[in-house]
């Protein structure tokens, strides 16, 4: 319990399918669901490029029974949409690099 980091930031009350938790452990992000969303309005996931500012999509799973997304990697800003709606997350603190990061090397 010592290693979650609590420090996100969003809209907590605009939508039904608006997360009610987000944490992390260091190497994997959660967000938690409330009781009210149904399986047919889940929202996707994307997470923002660092170095194109674009919406990427990235593994994520989903368990009806935790109502937990589960994203196999640190985000310093996610979006989950459902429709033409959408809402911004965002991590407190520094920059985070993942193995699974493309790297640019000119010679």
């Not at 939508?15 to 944490?23: A, G, K, L, M």
């Not at 992000?29 to 047919?40: A, R, Y």
């Not at 990235?58 to 959408?86: H, S």
């Amino acid at each position: 319990m010592d290693n979650l980091n609590f420090n996100y930031n969003w809209n907590k009350n605009k939508e039904t399918w608006s997360p009610i938790q987000i944490f992390d452990d260091g190497e994997q992000t959660f967000l938690v669901m409330s009781e009210k969303v149904k399986s047919t309005e889940l929202p996707v996931l994307f997470i923002k490029d660092e170095q194109t500012g674009e919406g990427v999509s990235v593994r994520y799973r989903y368990d009806p029974e935790t109502r937990y997304y589960t994203v196999d990697r640190l985000f310093k800003q996610a979006t989950l949409r459902y429709g033409n709606k959408e809402i911004i997350i965002k991590r407190k603190g520094s920059f985070i690099k993942s193995p699974n990061d493309h790297i640019s090397v000119s010679i």
